[in-house]
T-cell receptor, first 115, second 108 residues
Framework: DAGVIQSPRHEVTEMGQEVTLRCKPI?????LFWYRQTMMRGLELLIY????????DSGMPEDRFSAKMPNASFSTLKIQPSEPRDSAVYFCASSSFSEDTGELFFGEGSRLTVL | GQQVMQIPQYQHVQEGEDFTTYCNSS?????IQWYKQRPGGHPVFLIQLVKSGEVKKQKRLTFQFGEAKKNSSLHITATQTTDVGTYFCLRNNNDMRFGAGTRLTVKP
């Protein structure tokens, strides 16, 4: 299995631009998570989906952030308009709660820099 | 809100010394997971603890879950430079929120 695949790995954009981050979870996993990591705030849970349905989006910072999961093999996290304070590494993780541990498998992350 | 507090934030040790990080919750946890993130990498699952008082070992790593299922610890015996990274606990109470992490540096 290829693992969780995220794209792009790096993105540099200017304030006000739209940013779309993509994630392909591990095949067969029924849960998908988006995390944001910064030095100041650590690993923050933004949103998670079970069976493509958003379960908890209380971590989404504000209306500028939106996430979708149109099918079991794809999810997007969109920031519009982007701001410098959105600069962070965004991780996608997937899990299968039918397995013993329900451990999270992380992608390599998308490093976003907003100038 | 419900949180998992993790301490210390940083730990710098001499190679060969022991290391411990602690996670404490204000509420009972159904289970807790531990992850390691190497510098520049992504978190990688180490273990899950489910039972009250559970102790699990992985080579030089010892994981404990408190009797009340409100706290947990990760202990590394005789650290090596390969242990460098940030260790996170993760609360699994129908959500998946991480502690702040403990960054371990090891001086050769």
């Amino acid at each position: 299995d290829a693992g969780v695949i995220q794209s792009p790995r790096h993105e540099v954009t200017e304030m006000g631009q739209e940013v779309t981050l993509r994630c392909k979870p591990i095949s067969g996993h029924n849960s998908l998570f988006w995390y944001r990591q910064t030095m100041m705030r650590g690993l923050e849970l933004l949103i998670y989906f079970n069976n493509n349905v958003p379960i908890d989006d209380s971590g989404m910072p504000e209306d500028r952030f939106s996430a979708k999961m149109p099918n079991a093999s794809f999810s997007t996290l969109k920031i519009q308009p982007s701001e410098p304070r959105d600069s962070a590494v965004y991780f996608c993780a997937s899990s299968s709660f039918s397995e013993d541990t329900g451990e999270l498998f992380f992608g390599e992350g998308s490093r976003l820099t907003v100038l | 809100g419900q949180q998992v507090m993790q301490i210390p934030q940083y730990q710098h040790v001499q190679e060969g010394e022991d290391f411990t990080t602690y996670c404490n919750s204000s509420t009972t946890l159904s289970n807790i997971q531990w992850y390691k993130q190497r510098p520049g990498g992504h978190p990688v699952f180490l273990i899950q603890l489910v039972k009250s008082g559970e102790v699990k070992k992985q080579k030089r790593l010892t994981f404990q879950f408190g009797e009340a299922k409100k706290n947990s610890s990760l202990h590394i015996t005789a650290t090596q430079t390969t242990d460098v990274g940030t260790y996170f606990c993760l609360r699994n109470n129908n959500d998946m929120r991480f502690g702040a992490g403990t960054r371990l540096t090891v001086k050769p």
